[in-house]
Nanobody, 114 residues
């Protein structure tokens, strides 16, 4: 059974940091590109970051470039999203995704507010 379980979300003040994790199981994690998406209230889900199966060639949305870093540990079947210099507009539910096969996690809420 495929599972993607996100964790690490929460409430943080503007300028703060969070590290999201996505633990994968039920498929061969190491052969797939992984992505993070987010969905803010009243908005469509949008791409945040992606990383190749080997960990190279990370890509980012312009809105998070220079502030967020995606990484992965294939030995732990986990992909991470380090989020620094958080802004109120980063508030959203963040989802882990396997683009090639359309797997999605349940999401983790990130709220940036003073």
């Amino acid at each position: 059974q495929v599972q993607l379980v996100e964790s690490g979300g929460g409430l943080v003040q503007p300028g703060g940091s969070l590290r999201l994790s996505c633990a994968a199981s039920g498929f061969t994690f190491s052969i797939y590109t992984m992505s993070w998406y987010r969905q803010a209230p009243g908005k469509e889900r949008e791409f945040v970051a992606g990383i190749s199966r080997t960990g190279g060639s990370p890509g980012y949305a312009d809105s998070v470039k220079g502030r967020f870093t995606i990484s992965r540990d294939n030995a732990k079947n986990t992909v991470y999203l380090q989020m620094n210099s958080l802004k109120p507009e980063d508030t959203a539910v963040y989802y882990c995704n396997v683009p090639r096969v359309g797997y999605w996690g349940q999401g983790t809420q990130v709220t940036v507010s003073s």
